[in-house]
């Protein structure tokens, strides 16, 4: 089974505007990290915002806000005010505890483009 | 130089040639990983080294050879690649591979083409 799930493979929005890109989880550990990262067409990666699995309060980041449900199990980026520089790929991952080698695990990725 | 860096940005070769990949960090940190990122796929951990010793080898077939001299340097050295090994390598580091808060901190890539 998937343990990161996008289901949203692009997205539109229009500058200046807020989006959601959702992110559900699934794993049986109770201590874990959930990341969002954004690739342009560059190909880098560039790291957003971390949540932590005992974290009481969404983490945010300027623009950047991580809307966690933990009961869900879902861990989603919210980008308020979009510019033409948000367009790129953006994907969830995350890290558990148990897994002691280091091994993020990345969703499919959404593909964000922000219309003028 | 600041951050990841990788070194070439682009390579095409072909599969009887002799490459290697070259990664630097100058963040102070002691993981490295290798990933792998084919056209519509999620990324593939390939390889992670924290303090310079190898501690995950995703089932990487052996054409893939990693080399981690000291912490700040990490290499991928290629030989007798096949086409379907065509795809962006990323590197990235960590302050160490041990914490779910563990952050990793991507380099810009390098795009590998074989032909």
């Known amino acids: 089974a998937q343990k990161i799930t996008q289901t949203q493979p692009g997205m539109f929005v229009q500058e200046k505007e807020a989006v959601t890109l959702d992110c559900t989880y699934d794993?049986?550990?109770?201590?874990?990290?959930l990341f969002w990262y954004k690739q342009p067409s560059s190909g880098e990666m560039i790291f957003l915002i971390y949540?932590?699995?005992?974290?009481?309060q969404n983490a945010t980041e300027g623009r950047y806000s991580l809307n966690f449900q933990k009961a869900r199990k879902s861990a989603n980026l919210v980008i308020s005010a979009s510019q033409l520089g948000d367009s790129a790929m953006y994907f969830c991952?995350?890290?558990?505890?148990?897994?002691?080698?280091?091994?993020?695990?990345f969703g499919q990725g959404t593909e964000l483009s922000v219309k003028p | 130089e600041t951050g990841v860096t990788q070194t070439p940005r682009h390579l095409v070769m072909g599969m009887t040639n002799k490459k290697s990949l070259k990664c630097e960090q100058h963040?102070?940190?002691?993981?490295m990983y290798w990933y792998k990122q084919s056209a519509k796929k999620p990324l593939e951990l390939m390889f992670v080294?924290?303090?310079?010793?190898?501690?995950e080898n995703n089932s990487v077939p052996s054409r893939f050879s990693p080399e981690c001299p000291n912490s700040s340097h990490l290499f991928l050295h290629l030989h007798t690649l096949q086409p379907e090994d065509s795809a962006l390598y990323l590197c990235?580091?960590?302050?160490?591979?041990?914490?779910?808060?563990?952050?990793?901190?991507f380099g810009p890539g390098t795009r590998l083409t074989v032909l």
């Open positions: 990235a580091s960590s302050p160490a591979a041990e914490w779910e808060t563990d952050t990793q901190y």
């Open positions: 080294y924290n303090f310079k010793e190898q501690t």
């Open positions: 949540q932590g699995s005992y974290d009481e």
């Open positions: 991952a995350m890290r558990e505890r148990n897994n002691q080698g280091g091994k993020l695990i």
């Open positions: 794993t049986s550990d109770q201590s874990y990290g």
């Open positions: 963040l102070g940190h002691n993981a």
